[in-house]
Nanobody, 122 residues
Framework: QVQLVESGGGLVQAGGSLRLSCAAS????????VGWFRQAPGKERGFVAA???????YYKDTVKGRFTISRDNAKNTVSLQMNSLKPEDTAGYYC????????????????WGQGTQVTVSS
């Protein structure tokens, strides 16, 4: 069992930065992949980034070079550093944990946090 809590969302101007954190509890966290997904009003939840248990990283094409995912297994946290934010990045951001891939698919994830809102103004 893994419990996930996101933090770090907020309102930022276009071009700004935010750092999201996902704090996990549960002894299986270090062996799980963790992904970030986002969902805007009226749209489906979509993949943003993921990091495997061994540190391999995966990104949605439109965030490559702007977002960086990292994990600290000693602290049971995964972070998403978001730079050069755009209005189209506005969404609720959710972290999730998976024991298997494909990591870009929401169906692979067994546990989800409640989400944190990111709003980017133009």
């Amino acid at each position: 069992q893994v419990q996930l809590v996101e933090s770090g969302g907020g309102l930022v101007q276009a071009g700004g930065s935010l750092r999201l954190s996902c704090a996990a509890s549960g002894r299986t966290f270090s062996s799980a992949a963790v992904g970030w997904f986002r969902q805007a009003p009226g749209k489906e939840r979509g993949f943003v980034a993921a990091i495997s248990w061994s540190g391999g990283t995966y990104y949605k094409d439109t965030v490559k070079g702007r977002f960086t995912i990292s994990r600290d297994n000693a602290k049971n946290t995964v972070s998403l550093q978001m730079n050069s934010l755009k209005p189209e990045d506005t969404a609720g951001y959710y972290c999730a944990a998976a024991s298997r891939g494909p990591y870009y698919s929401a169906y692979a994830y067994d546990y989800w946090g409640q989400g944190t809102q990111v709003t980017v103004s133009s």
